[in-house]
């Protein structure tokens, strides 16, 4: 192979690995709760996708606290292949069944640089919601509720 070919095949690899790499974005998350309200060990909070979900329990990611919230903060990259967003948190424990919170995140499939979003409550609450996300999309379960109580998780994100 001719010295020529070889430099011209070599930048056009550096120019595209540049470009893939500059579309990965990472979302940060932060999820907050009152002090006051009781924190289960076995809540978990999924970043669900069209495609995937990924979880964590809430005690095993970062935490800090001030004087009113104690807050949980997660990273996770996203991907251009995913139309739809959400992160929904539920417990593990008994009593089973109990309502799941879904924050829906209206992200592009080609996400931006974005700062903090304001602090917001769930979208709705219901049973089973990670795999109505992924498989159900149209599916309006009955238990689907809006009605979130005060003492629920906030949730903010930004996108880097």
Do not use: C
Not at 39 to 64: H, P
């Amino acid at each position: 192979m001719k010295p020529k070919s070889i430099l011209l095949i070599t930048a056009f690899l550096a120019f595209a690995l540049t470009a893939f790499a500059a579309e990965k974005m990472i979302l940060d998350i932060e999820i907050r709760s009152p002090k006051s309200v009781g924190f289960d060990t076995n809540t978990d909070l999924e970043f669900v996708t069209d495609k995937t979900a990924k979880g964590d329990f809430l005690s095993q990611i970062k935490q800090q606290d001030d004087d009113k919230y104690r807050y949980f903060q997660q990273s996770y990259p996203l991907s251009a292949k995913e139309r739809r967003r959400a992160i929904i948190i539920y417990t593990h424990s008994s009593p089973k069944n109990q309502p799941q919170q879904v924050f829906l995140l209206p992200i592009p499939a080609k996400a931006k640089s974005a700062d903090w979003t304001n602090w917001r409550y769930a979208n709705y609450l219901e049973a089973n919601a990670v795999s109505n996300f992924i498989l159900n999309f149209d599916y309006m379960p009955p238990d689907r509720s809006t009605n979130i109580p005060p003492n629920s998780f906030e949730l903010r994100y930004k996108i880097e």
